[in-house]
C-alpha cells in the first residue's frame, strides 16, 4: 500500500466553467421532481495498486460510466448529506462535517470501496462550498441552505461480483430553494409484517445504496395512505428504529415518573449513526440534565401504545439532514421553514389504531424539541458559537 | 397509464458501431480483471408518463449519467445474467430465457423501476445475441458460450429517495472467453454470525444490485482464508441458504435411508429464484424420481454436520448462471471445463470443523451431480432438444 497515492486536497486543480447556469427561481422549482445541481463538482478517481488521483474541481456534467460499470449492477456506492447554512449575519457555515467524513469512510468499507483520509475530504468539502456559496446561497438568502453530497462509486467495468478495481469520488451540490410548506406534525405509519428495512449482521448503520432503495416501496405505500414516513419496526417485539431516513425520538414520563428522551441505540448496526441524532443526545444531556434523562435504547411500539393510553408520552420528533422531509409527491415537504433537521411527529398510525403524540401549536415543536431544535439552528446560522460549527471562507 | 408508451421490441432501431473491436485473445483476457463487452447494446429509456422509448441497437459505449442520477445514490438497479450457447452443431442458443426476462420484471418491482412486457425483452435479447453472435461467439467455439446482462437503471437527476421518474433499460454482453481452469470441488466457509446476506422481510429474492455488493466483504473473507465462496446461513438454527450467488443444492441419505435432494425453499422470499435451482428439481423430479425425493425445504448447517458424522452425505453442488465461481482473485475459476452452471462442493468449513462431502475423481461431479450437469449442458450445447430451448437465428 506504501506506493498507493494518498487522497490529497492540496493537489487540487481548478477548471472554472465558462457555461454558468442562471440560478433557476422558486417557482421553476417547486414542481419540479429534478435535482438542480450547482455549476460545479469535485472528482478524485482511484485505482488498485495506484491510488487516488488529483482531486479536480470541474463544471457539473455527466460522468462517462460504461453500462458494465460495477456501481450499475452490485450496489458499489455510498454517499453523504450534509448543508452548507447562509447565516444571519451574512457568513456561510457548515455544521460537524468531520463527523460526516468519518461516517462515509465507514461506508465505503462496509461495501467494498477504497479509504482516504477523512480531513482530505473535509477540505474538498469546503472548498466546493466556498465556491458555489456566493452564488447559489447569497447572502441576501439567510436562514437558507445548499445541500452538499459526497459521493463514491465503483467504476470499472466488471460483470463478475467482486471488490472494485476502480472507483470514482466525488462531491456535487444540489440546489434546494427555500419553499414556503405548510407546518404542522408528521404523520408516521409502521412498516408492514412483510418489510424489514435493516437487520441485524445487515448495513443498515452505512450510508449505502443498497440501504435506500429498497424501502422506497413501503413509503410509497405510506404517502398513498396519507402518511409522511415509514417508521420502521424490527423483530416480531416491534422495537422502532428509524423513521424514513431519520433518527426516531421520543421524550415520554417513564412509569416511574421520570422524564425520558430515547431514541434506538447504535450497538446493533440497525440504524445510522446520525449526526443530528448524535447532537441532539449530546445538547440535551448537557443542557436538559436536571429534568430528563437521555437514553439511546430499545423500546417498541407496544411501549408506545401503552404510554399513549396512559398519557405519558410528551413529545417525540424525527432528526436527520434530508434534503427534505418527503420528495415523492413533487411537494418539499419541510417543517416549518424549509430548514428542515428537526420534525416533531404528531401520530403514528399501527396496525389500525392511531398513537397520537402532543405538539406545538399547528403542530409546530412543543416545548423540548423547539429548545434542541433551536439550539442546533442557532448553531447552524451563526446565532450562537460553538465548536461544532465552521466558518467557510468565500471565493469572491 | 393508457397513454403510456410500452416497451415494443419491433420499434427497434439499429445503428451498428464503424470502429468494431478486435476480438481480444484468452491471453490478454486472463489475468485482466476488466470485463470486456461486445461492440453493440440495446437501449430503452423510460420516463414516468411517457413510457418507453422506442429500443435502439447501437455501438457500446458510456450512459451520459449525471453524478445525482439516483441508480448512483439509492441503488436503483437491478439486473439479469443468462448465456448465449454456441453448440457443437454450430448452432447458437439460449435457455429458459422467459425465466430471466419474468424475474427481472419482478426485481424491477422490488425496486421501484418501471414495468414492461417481458416477452419484449426477450425479443430485445434474442436479437442482440443474434448480432454478436458469428463474431464473438464464432462456429469453432463450440461448447464455449458469451454473458449476457440485462439491466435496469434509475437515471433521473434526484437526491430526494422516491420513486424513480426516469429509467434506462439496456442489454451488454460479456466476453468471456474459454479458460482452462483447474477441476475439483469448490470449499465453501460458512457466513460469519456477524455477516447476514438476506432476512426475512428483505429482498434476497429479488435480482437487485443491493443483494450484491454488501455481500462481497465476506466473500473476500472466504478466498482470504482459502476458500471459493461462502455458504450463507440464517438465523441461530443455521438454515442453509446460498453459496455465494449460487443456489445450493445436497444430496443425502435420509435417517429413514430415503435418498433425498434438497435445496433451500423459495418461501421466506431469502434466496433468488434461480433458473438454474428451478431446471435441477424439475429434471430430477422427472428423471430421477424412482430413487431420489427432490425437496425444497429448510435445513441447517448441523443437519450436515451430523450426516457426515454417520456417512449419509453423498453429492453436493452450487447452481447458477454467474459469470464464473470467483473472479476476485484474476482467476476465472469455472469447474471443468468453462461452462459453469453446476459445480460439485467438496468440503464446508464451519466454526473451525470442515465438513467433507464425496465428488467424482479428482474433484469432478460424482454420479448424480453429473447427471444432472450433462442433461443441462446436452440441452445447451444441442445434443438434446428439449423446450426450454432456443434456436437464435444469427445475423450474417
Given amino acids: 500500500m506504501a506506493d498507493q497515492q494518498p487522497l490529497d486536497a492540496s493537489k487540487l486543480t481548478c477548471t472554472y466553467t465558462s457555461n454558468p447556469q442562471e440560478v433557476p427561481s422558486k417557482a421553476a422549482l417547486r414542481n419540479g421532481s429534478e435535482t438542480i445541481c450547482t455549476d460545479h463538482m469535485i472528482t478524485a478517481s482511484w485505482k488498485a495498486g495506484a491510488g487516488w488521483s488529483a482531486p479536480e474541481l470541474k463544471p457539473f ?22 448543508k452548507a447554512y447562509r447565516g444571519e449575519d451574512g457568513k456561510l457555515r457548515m455544521f460537524r462535517t468531520d463527523r460526516n467524513t468519518r461516517r462515509f469512510l465507514m461506508s465505503a468499507g462496509r ?7 477523512p480531513d482530505e475530504l473535509e477540505k474538498l468539502i469546503h472548498k466546493l462550498v466556498s465556491v458555489e456559496g456566493s452564488k447559489w446561497l ?4 439567510a ?14 467495468s466488471q460483470l463478475g461480483v467482486t471488490t472494485p ?5 466525488y462531491i456535487i451540490i444540489g440546489y434546494t430553494p427555500r419553499v414556503d410548506t405548510p407546518v404542522g406534525g408528521k404523520r408516521l405509519l409502521t412498516s408492514p409484517d412483510d418489510m424489514v428495512r435493516s437487520w441485524v449482521g445487515g448495513f443498515g448503520y452505512a450510508k449505502v445504496g443498497a440501504n435506500y432503495g429498497p424501502s422506497v416501496l413501503a413509503n ?36 416511574d415518573g421520570k422524564k425520558e428522551l430515547m431514541t434506538a441505540p447504535l450497538d446493533d448496526q440497525l440504524i ?45 420528533f424525527a432528526a436527520g439532514t434530508a434534503v427534505s422531509f418527503d420528495t415523492s409527491s413533487g411537494m418539499i415537504l419541510d417543517a416549518d421553514d424549509s430548514k428542515w433537521f428537526i420534525t416533531p411527529i404528531s401520530q403514528i398510525h399501527h396496525r389500525g389504531k ?19 431544535k433551536g439550539w442546533l439552528g442557532d448553531m447552524m446560522y451563526g446565532r450562537a458559537q460553538h465548536e461544532w460549527v465552521t466558518e467557510i471562507p468565500e471565493k469572491s
Avoid at 138 to 141: E, V
Avoid at 222 to 248: D, K, M, P, V
Avoid at 292 to 311: G, S
Fill in 272 to 316: 445510522l449513526d446520525g449526526v443530528t441524532r448524535r447532537s441532539c443526545i449530546e445538547l440535551a444531556r448537557e443542557r436538559l440534565k436536571d429534568e430528563i434523562e437521555v437514553t439511546e435504547r430499545k423500546f417498541t411500539i407496544e411501549d408506545l401504545q401503552e404510554a399513549a393510553a396512559e398519557n405519558r408520552l410528551i413529545e417525540s
Fill in 165 to 169: 478495481r476502480e472507483a470514482l469520488l
Fill in 61 to 82: 456534467g455527466p460522468l462517462g460510466l460504461l453500462p458494465s460499470a460495477s456501481c450499475l449492477h452490485y450496489a458499489y456506492e455510498c454517499f453523504e448529506g450534509l
Fill in 220 to 255: 410509497q405505500e405510506a404517502i398513498r395512505q396519507g402518511y409522511h414516513q415509514i417508521l420502521w419496526l424490527y423483530g416480531t417485539e416491534g422495537f422502532c428504529t428509524e423513521a424514513g431516513g431519520s433518527n426516531f425520538f421520543v421524550l415520554w414520563k417513564r412509569k
Fill in 138 to 141: 447569497p447572502q441576501d438568502r
Fill in 111 to 117: 461495501i467494498s470501496l477504497p479509504q482516504f483520509d
Fill in 354 to 372: 392511531d398513537i397520537n403524540i402532543p405538539t406545538g401549536p399547528d403542530g409546530r415543536p412543543a416545548e423540548i424539541t423547539g429548545k434542541i
Fill in 143 to 156: 436562514g437558507d441552505f445548499l445541500y452538499v453530497r459526497p459521493t463514491m462509486i465503483g467504476t470499472d
